[in-house]
Structure formats: C-alpha cells, structure tokens
C-alpha cells in the first residue's frame, strides 16, 4: 500500500470518528446505482492534486445529521451537498498536512456537482468507505511541484 | 471567569452550527452566541459587541482569519480579545504562523469536541465539568 492510500484510510477514519460520529466499517463498498453528490477541492504550493468525495443522498443527509446533531429534514437537499462540500474540505486540509507537515498549501473551494459522477482522471489513491451511514468514496491526485 | 459571549466565524454555515452544537456540549450552552461569515463581519460585530471569546477558522472569502487577527492587533479597544483559530489546515507553517500573529490557540481539523473544549478552557482559564 502507497504512503499516499495509507494516509487517506487513516485522515479518513479519524474525521468520521471525529467530526461525523461514525465509523468506518469497511474499506471495501460499492457506491451502487443511487443519486447523490460529488465535491471536488483543488489544493496547490509544495504538492498539488485534487480530493474529490462522492456519496449517494441517503449517505450525505445521515451523516449531515450527525454531524449537525439534527435529524434529516425532508428533501434537505441542500444540505446534504452541502455536508459533501465540508467533508472534501476537512479532509483535503487533514489529508495534505499528513502528507507534508512542513508543507505550505492553498485549498481551493469545493465545487459540488448533483451526481457522484465518475472522476476526470485516475486517482492516485481512492477508495470506496462503508461507513455505518452507507459508502463514501474518496479519490486523491497528488503531484510533487 | 466563565464564558458569557462567544463570535464564531466561519463561511460555513455547517462548521458555524457544528461549534455550536459543540460548544453546547461541552458546558457552554449559557453563553450567547454571534456569528460571522468572515473576517469583516466579525470585526463588525466585535466593534458592537464585546465578547470573551473568537473562534474563527482561516480560509475565508473577503477578509480571511489572518486579515482579522491583524485588524484585531491594529485595534487598541480589541487587540486583546482572545482568539482561537480552528482550520482544515493541518500544516505546521499554518499553526505557526497564525499563533505568531496573535491567535492564543490553533486547532486543525478534525477535531474531536474534547480537544475544542479544552483548547477554550486553555484560553479562559476555566475548568468546565
């Protein structure tokens, strides 16, 4: 396993552990045929790359109420891309400091797209979560500058 | 001393309710809270209102965390509130950085509520149970 896959399976437990009061139950799963979301975070300085996280709906609104402590309004849709759009961010900003602690980065926005889509280019470390919540996927670009 | 009044600035309004809910968890509940959806707002709000306690994040559009911290450390009447930043930037050049330019606390994220409670309590002085 890369330096890089390892990074991501650990920044990725911590945060659902953390932030999203969850666990993750499997590194195996299968984001299946159901809508949902995608968010994109561009981040540059001593490494540049991508995160991109995708979940279907069901997945994002339960973990959006965890993490507001508020149970999932009726077709918040809003809000559950919007928690797709945090999570990218916490994990790209964890993700890049474990990476290079001594590094210096600039994160962009998320940009969220309806749809859990399929990534522009190979990533260089990915992998498909279960969390008791459903899957989320997680894909990084990591290139040395 | 105990915590009446407390700014959290943020763009997001997920992370602004997350510290919230935190801040309610940890004992906090009582104190009054305002929000800021970035630096100008914030500083806005605390030419109005004084509070006992900022906790901000870092990356923001318009006037970021540091913008504040500098505002605040031009400023006679506020240079002196207490400010802890909490970012998604988890490098040491970041910490570093804003804890030289004032902030009395960083945290990144993620954090686990424990370690916000305890960076405030750092802060206050005080002991929450």
Same mark, same amino acid.
């Given at each position: 396993?890369?330096?890089?896959?390892?990074? @991501?399976?650990?920044?990725?437990?911590?945060?659902?552990?953390?932030?999203?009061?969850?666990?993750?139950?499997?590194?195996?799963?299968? @984001?299946?045929?159901?809508?949902?979301?995608?968010?994109?975070?561009?981040?540059?300085?001593?490494?540049?790359?991508?995160?991109?996280?995708?979940?279907?709906?069901?997945?994002?609104?339960?973990?959006?109420?965890?993490?507001?402590?508020?149970?999932?309004?009726?077709?918040?849709?809003?809000?559950?891309?919007?928690?797709?759009?945090?999570?990218?961010?916490?994990?790209?900003?964890?993700?890049?400091?474990?990476?290079?602690?001594?590094?210096?980065?600039?994160?962009?926005?998320?940009?969220?797209?309806?749809?859990?889509?399929?990534?522009?280019?190979?990533?260089?470390?990915?992998?498909?979560?279960?969390?008791?919540?459903?899957?989320?996927?997680?894909?990084?670009?990591?290139?040395?500058? | 001393?105990?915590?009446?009044?407390?700014?959290?600035?943020?763009?997001?309004?997920?992370?602004?309710?997350?510290?919230?809910?935190?801040?309610?968890?940890?004992?906090?509940?009582?104190?009054?809270?305002?929000?800021?959806?970035?630096?100008?707002?914030?500083?806005?709000?605390?030419?109005?209102?004084?509070?006992?306690?900022?906790?901000?994040?870092?990356?923001?559009?318009?006037?970021?965390?540091?913008?504040?911290?500098?505002?605040?450390?031009?400023?006679?009447?506020?240079?002196?509130?207490?400010?802890?930043?909490?970012?998604?930037?988890?490098?040491?050049?970041?910490?570093?950085?804003?804890?030289?330019?004032?902030?009395?606390?960083?945290?990144?994220?993620?954090?686990?509520?424990?370690?916000?409670?305890?960076?405030?309590?750092?802060?206050?002085?005080?002991?929450?149970?």
């Amino acid at each position: 396993m890369t330096e890089l896959q390892t990074a @991501l399976d650990q920044v990725t437990e911590h945060l659902a552990e953390t932030m999203f009061f969850t666990t993750v139950v499997d590194r195996k799963g299968d @984001l299946g045929g159901e809508p949902g979301y995608s968010a994109s975070i561009a981040f540059s300085g001593t490494h540049a790359g991508t995160v991109r996280v995708a979940m279907p709906h069901s997945t994002a609104a339960a973990l959006a109420a965890n993490f507001l402590g508020e149970p999932d309004e009726e077709g918040a849709s809003g809000r559950a891309a919007a928690l797709v759009g945090e999570l990218a961010n916490i994990l790209c900003g964890s993700l890049v400091g474990r990476m290079d602690p001594a590094g210096q980065f600039t994160i962009g926005p998320p940009e969220l797209a309806v749809g859990t889509g399929t990534p522009d280019e190979p990533a260089d470390a990915r992998r498909v979560f279960t969390l008791e919540e459903g899957p989320v996927e997680i894909g990084v670009i990591w290139r040395d500058q | 001393m105990t915590l009446s009044s407390v700014l959290i600035v943020d763009d997001s309004p997920m992370m602004r309710k997350f510290i919230a809910r935190v801040l309610a968890a940890a004992g906090f509940a009582e104190a009054r809270h305002y929000f800021a959806r970035d630096g100008n707002e914030a500083f806005e709000v605390l030419s109005g209102q004084a509070v006992d306690l900022v906790i901000s994040d870092i990356n923001m559009p318009n006037l970021d965390g540091e913008g504040l911290l500098r505002r605040l450390g031009e400023d006679d009447r506020l240079k002196t509130v207490p400010v802890l930043m909490v970012s998604s930037d988890s490098t040491h050049s970041r910490a570093e950085r804003v804890l030289q330019m004032g902030a009395r606390g960083y945290i990144a994220k993620p954090f686990h509520p424990e370690d916000l409670k305890a960076a405030m309590e750092r802060i206050l002085g005080v002991r929450h149970d």
